[in-house]
């Protein structure tokens, strides 16, 4: 590999196996004294972090500019990484490692204008194509090339073939002599691959490793990096040249520390540009220490068998019978990825690729998260973070999962507190979703997940306080202060509330009051009015003095019912639909804000004066509404859903509801209108098809004004009336379709089906109970029993004769 006075150059894959292995065996073999590896300087203040036991990989080095904590870089390292592998044998063996690629204080002030991303070096070490903006669009593959060359179709497949099933044993340096060979060749006819930066890069780190031999002396020196710049590093070039190529680089101020990285990370479906397409079985290559097929094998079976699937150890032989034939009538020389997922697809999973697709994801790339030690360097907000996540007793986790709260508990209190902060600081850790169980105000639903890249997220907020607490009420107040739109600030009420920040709320409020004074659209009057009535029974829940937002509130609806009825006149339909949510809004907020209202009457003393003497919204509401059904200049939708809202809460009779049914159906009533008008009625997912189900009075109007529009109206008024019923239950659907069938009355369908049941009529409307259909479950209840199948008579010990008896038995 080496002539003499010249150093060891390992090049390597990066996440490569194969290449750690062959690496530990050379650098066994040459016992070198100083091993530089592919990575920035900067690191090596931090890598003797490598060997403290609360280091496991996966892990990263971050580097980030220092006051642009978001300008920032990744080098993932696995513990199948070649570089990893490099560190671990420098560190035990007493021998020098350094990092020697180009300084991240370099790298990253030339990525000013790109979006940033993982491993500056990383990325390019192989040549891949990466969208950074800054290279030429059309970047070299070497191993897709070199696959190519070999008759193969997939990189990958070829090089398992060739290096990660090469057998153990033979020279030590052969593999990376072939390997330099192969990338000589690609060097001298593609270039620099349309990788332009690697120009500088490949300067510095001659320059390094010059360094580095007249420390140690030139045999006595270990190179680790991609196998794509070993010919650039073997090229000779003089220092001057090297030198002018750097002159004049931008340079920033770069910070580095380790962070935790992930399997899934490392993938290429996570957008990771150097990435490997399956991290969990690379690792389990690199970790298995014999047999890797069969014991990849027995980790399927107990994955599958986790999730109640029947796999035997029969199933295990048979799959590692089916991938060793595979790979023979293939021409590899063992069984590889392919091989063994297609005989799990045919022999555990029987040909599906639903459980196919867990394997995938669960082993193939798998959720392996690392950890760093406590003594990395950190901002004082992630160490902030890290006291709170060991006190709480929430570890971070790569693995997605649901966590239930319930508020009334001091420890679930802070968790939830702990991650509306985050989401306030622009740390997703934790999601919001809807709970299974208890929709209550005291329960909450997360959806949990830690990504790497929350590391950066959590140093970007370090510029907003030190402590968690600290820095979501700086954020909250800037916040405040710089939304443009009353709903933001409203909102941003509710997640205060939420996170308990009472030293934003002030700043927040200040802010609404202003906002809302100032705003007259009704529109956004009404968007911001829900947010701000939760807030009110957030702060219930949480014990959080909510006067100053229920003040707000009350004014806020007051000027809403004012500002309502014109606003909702002259509406084109896109408008109206608008409107019409707007109007669902505030209804429901009122119910909110009416129960906010009945709490402060409970404790106002009777001789209170009459400026505060609390209001009732619900009836000044529900004279709104009356305006609204009232005025033909509103648009139909929104009349009808007022007509809705009305009959829902009590304040309309049946005959008043088919009176104003009546005259918006009626013929003077242009098509289009009325059946915005139905829509807003009976539409949006609000019940209305239940509605129509059982008052057949309602659906007699609907039905008899949809008879008489005419044709070409009719064309018209189809996809509202498509929309509107569209959003039914299919059972509704076919329950409406019936009664349409039969008529309103029913009387004209009776004699259609004589002889089932009393009554007659269509199967489900029948007026009573048809015996002998409903005796023809008895076998398979009696069956689902464990009663004895013969007839026998009804007793006390539960047999089964009849549909009577089953329902006895069912209650």
Do not use: N
């Amino acid at each position: 590999m080496t002539g003499v006075g010249e150093p060891l150059l390992l090049g390597v894959r990066h996440h490569g196996p194969g290449s750690a292995r062959a690496v530990r065996a050379a650098l066994d073999a040459g016992q070198p004294d100083v091993v530089l590896v592919e990575g920035p300087p900067e690191a090596d203040a931090v890598v003797r972090l490598a060997a403290d036991e609360g280091m496991r990989p996966p892990v990263a080095l971050l580097a980030h500019v220092v006051d642009e904590p978001g300008r920032s870089a990744f080098w993932p390292l696995a513990e199948f990484s070649p570089e990893w592998v490099a560190i671990q044998w420098a560190l035990g063996r007493g021998a020098t490692v350094r990092f020697f690629d180009l300084p991240a204080a370099h790298s990253l002030a030339l990525r000013a204008g790109d979006e940033g991303g993982e491993g500056d070096g990383d990325e390019r070490a192989e040549g891949e194509r990466v969208e950074d903006g800054s290279e030429s669009d059309v970047r070299v593959d070497p191993l897709g090339v070199l696959a190519e060359t070999a008759g193969y179709d997939d990189p990958e497949r070829w090089w398992e073939d060739v290096v990660e099933h090469r057998a153990a044993g033979g020279e030590a340096f052969a593999p990376f002599e072939a390997l330099s060979d192969a990338m000589g060749a690609l060097r001298e006819a593609y270039g620099d691959g349309g990788h332009s930066r690697d120009v500088v890069r490949e300067a510095y780190m001659r320059l390094q490793v010059r360094a580095a031999q007249k420390e140690a002396g030139a045999e006595r020196v270990a190179v680790v990096c991609g196998a794509w710049h070993v010919p650039a590093l073997r090229r000779k070039v003089t220092v001057a040249a090297d030198r002018a190529l750097l002159k004049g680089l931008p340079k920033v101020k770069a910070e580095m520390t380790w962070v935790p990285w992930t399997h899934r990370r490392l993938s290429r479906a996570s957008g990771y540009g150097a990435g490997i397409t399956s991290p969990g079985w690379y690792g389990h290559l690199f970790s298995a220490p014999d047999r890797p097929v069969e014991r990849w094998m027995t980790k399927v079976a107990g994955l599958l068998r986790d999730e109640d699937m029947l796999v035997s150890s029969a199933h295990v032989i048979e799959a590692v019978r089916l991938a060793d034939t595979l790979a023979a009538m293939r021409g590899r020389p063992l069984a590889g990825l392919t091989e063994t997922t297609d005989a799990v697809r045919a022999v555990m999973c029987e040909g599906s690729d639903v459980p196919l697709a867990l394997v995938r994801d669960k082993l193939v790339v798998g959720d392996v998260l690392g950890e760093v030690p406590e003594s990395a360097p950190a901002v004082p907000l992630q160490r902030d973070l890290t006291r709170l996540q060991r006190r709480l007793r929430l570890k971070p986790e790569a693995v997605e999962r649901e966590l239930e709260l319930d508020l009334r508990k001091e420890t679930d209190a802070a968790r939830s507190r702990l991650l509306h902060r985050l989401r306030l600081l622009g740390v997703g850790w934790g999601e919001p979703v809807v709970s299974r169980g208890s929709t209550g105000t005291f329960r909450e639903t997360w959806r949990l997940r830690w990504e790497p890249e929350l590391s950066v997220r959590v140093a970007e907020a370090g510029v907003w306080g030190t402590t968690v607490l600290g820095a979501a009420t700086g954020r909250a107040s800037s916040d405040a202060v710089d939304a443009r739109a009353l709903a933001d600030v409203t909102a941003l009420a509710e997640r205060c509330l939420l996170a308990e920040l009472p030293d934003a709320l002030p700043v927040v409020m200040r802010v609404l009051a202003d906002r809302a004074a100032l705003d007259a659209d009704v529109g956004h009057l009404a968007q911001a009015l829900p947010a701000l009535v939760r807030s009110l029974r957030y702060g219930d829940v949480r014990g959080t003095g909510t006067e100053a937002l229920g003040e707000v509130a009350l004014g806020l609806a007051e000027r809403i019912f004012v500002g309502l009825p014109p606003a909702c006149a002259g509406l084109d339909a896109d408008a109206a639909l608008e409107m019409r949510g707007h109007v669902d809004s505030v209804h429901q907020a009122v119910g909110l804000l009416e129960e906010f209202c009945s709490g402060r009457a409970e404790v106002t003393p009777a001789a209170a004066p009459a400026a505060t003497v609390v209001r009732s919204v619900r009836p000044r509401w529900h004279a709104v509404l009356r305006t609204l059904v009232q005025r033909e200049a509103v648009a139909g939708v929104v009349r009808g859903r007022g007509v809705r809202l009305l009959l829902d809460g009590g304040e309309l009779g049946d005959e008043e509801v088919a009176r104003l049914m009546g005259l918006a159906l009626s013929r003077g009533c242009a098509p289009a209108e009325a059946a915005a008008w139905i829509e807003g009625f009976v539409g949006g997912g609000s019940g209305g098809g239940m509605l129509l189900v059982h008052d057949e009075r309602l659906l007699g109007l609907v039905d008899d004004w949809l008879s008489g529009v005419s044709d070409s109206a009719f064309t018209d008024v189809l996809p509202l009336l498509r929309r509107t019923f569209s959003a039914y239950e299919p059972g509704v659907r076919r329950t409406l379709g019936e009664l349409v069938r039969r008529g309103p009355t029913g009387a004209g369908a009776r004699g259609e089906v004589s002889g089932r049941g009393s009554g007659g009529g269509l199967p489900g409307f029948a007026e009573d109970i048809d015996a002998a259909r409903a005796d023809a479950v008895v076998p398979i209840v009696r069956l689902l029993l464990g009663l004895p199948t013969g007839t026998g008579t009804g007793t006390v010990t539960g047999t089964v004769t009849s549909s009577d008896d089953c329902v006895g038995v069912a209650g």
